[in-house]
């Protein structure tokens, strides 16, 4: 097991770096500097900004600098398009705004497609069998910036009982939509394994042994049936998570809840690199961090797992 | 008597020959009558075809092109540009006078064009990467799957924005950057496949005949990888068109005057306070409606084709 988590680990670091590296390269390959503008800056004036930004040292400098202030410090340095700012604030700004309706709608993706889809399986071929299979085709042709103008359609403009955006320090009213919109597709992805992985177990042996003990089947369920169906859930967990935080942008925009997100695709359209790197890092990094969890969690959870 | 014998021998001889000619049946055929008798394929099919014939006719039927505008409509389009036969849009019109019949037909062809070019770039990408890692083997495999492990772990959303902002918003850009980091996934299954069919029979005549490396990947191992890379890429281009509409959504894939799927449930999605649902739902529609159809084409792919099921 130790073994294996420092495998993981050994892993994850060079993924983290080539992460960094490709974005930093990237952002290099742009024509046209951060400060290029429609009125040109005076030379003398530009030149002091690049050295400013330490714009004016070789590529190989400026990037071994960048790659120590993120890994060392976590310092994505200054926003190229809001003076006054450094990315650390701007991420500081948005990041509890999306943890907050993420967490919930892994919350809600997970507490509402596992029973689903369970109980789908042990009732096979009933009405709700039929509900659960019916929902989880139709949400995957439902992403997250399908839903968000049908939530708004239904609950502002017809039945205009919830506020269709905004945030409001995340009081419940302006969390319900976008959590229903971004955990939709997930939720019902989530079902659809939990049902096919839960049929299969349920014809196994060792289940019909249980069955012919004459245990009550509550027990054969809880005790036996559920935690071996949950491991196809439990890989899908890490794609999930990078599909939340994803959907996360849509969120954002649609929403207006001021996530970081928001603060992406707005640097995005400015140009303003560091921000989006910044975030873009972020997010890998918490990509990395998570199916580092999950793949640990497997591990734990199945123990014919051995590497 | 001895003459109608004749005749009948002839007859017989006849027949025998017609039941030679009969062929067996070969694997993909069956494969074909086994997608046939799946329902909700062939109808899935039909519809695509319809949805197809429809990007590429719709526009004979049009009475406003994509890039006229009608200007009596022009800022009053809650009142004025609703779906009607009298005015000629069909679909209605947005709030510039512009006529989404037409401009659905333009976001159909955009968004399938992309789905389709990005599946294919990711199926040819990620077939050879998987082929040729799997019949390798040993070290250059553990080295190209690691390296498809680190992209795996890279959040491609983010990249593609980055790679779009930096390079410039084409529909160009867009599905060379959607098809190249969309192979991986491909490449792992195809690499799984291909470890099963290395050790073949046939492989090891190819080898003992000489047949150059490159060359057994291409004639060999890869036609018999095209069933998994069917279904795979078939389920690949509603993936492709997710992911397009989910960038043009956001206002950074397909730029003006050219649209998308995506782009047009975006402005559908940011005008429905104005009492202009039409703007959403038409597009809405097409998009819901061929996504439905590639996943079930898909379905029925992967049941005629999966080996297990022989």
Known sequence: MLNYVIKRIAIAIPTMLILIIISFLLMHSAPGGPFTSERPLPPQVLANIEAKYGLDQPLWRQMINYVWSVTTQFDFGPSFKYKDRTVNEIIGQGFPITLKYGFWSFVVAIGVGIPLGAIAAIRKNTWIDYLAVGVSIGAQVLPNFVMAPLLVITFTLWLGWLPGGGWNGGEWKYLIMPVIALSTSYMASIARITRSSMLEVLNTNYIRTAKAK????????????LKPSLLPVISYLGPAFVGLITGSVVIDIYFSTGGMGYFFVNSATNRDYSVMMGITILVGFLTILFSLVVDLLYAWIDPKIRY | MIVANKNKIAEMAENMSGMDAVDGR????????????????????VILALIVLFSFAGPYFAVWSNEEIDWSVMGSAATKGMPSFE????????????????????????????????????????????????????????IMMRIVDILMAIPFMFVLILMLVVFGRSIGMLFIGIGLLAWLDMSRIVRGQTLSIKNKEFIEAARATGVSGF????????????????????????????????????????QEPNTSWGALI????????????????????????????FYFIG???????????R
């Open chain 2, 266 to 293: 975006s402005e559908g999605a940011g005008t429905i306070r104005y009492d202009t649902e039409w703007q959403l739902l038409f597009p809405l529609a097409f998009f819901v409606v061929s996504l439905f159809c």
């Open chain 2, 26 to 45: 070969s694997l993909w055929a069956d494969a074909r009558r086994r997608f046939m008798h799946n329902k909700a394929a062939v109808v899935s099919l």
């Open chain 1, 214 to 225: 004459g245990l009550p089947a509550s027990i054969i369920i809880f005790r036996h049936a």
């Open chain 2, 87 to 142: 005015t000629g849009h069909f679909f209605g019109t947005d709030d510039l006078g512009r006529d989404i019949y037409s401009r659905v037909i333009q976001g159909t062809q955009i968004s399938l064009m992309v789905g389709v070019l990005g599946a294919f770039v990711a199926v040819i990408v990620g077939t050879l990467y998987g082929a040729i890692s799997g019949y390798v083997g040993g070290r250059t495999d553990q």
């Open chain 2, 299 to 309: 379905d029925g792919l992967r049941d005629a084709l999966d080996p297990k099921d």
């Open chain 2, 215 to 254: 060359k057994i990947i291409t004639r060999h191992i890869v036609p018999n990888l095209l069933g998994v890379v069917a279904v795979y890429a078939t389920l690949l281009v509603p993936g492709m068109i997710l992911t397009e509409s989910f960038i043009s959504f956001l206002g950074l894939g397909v």
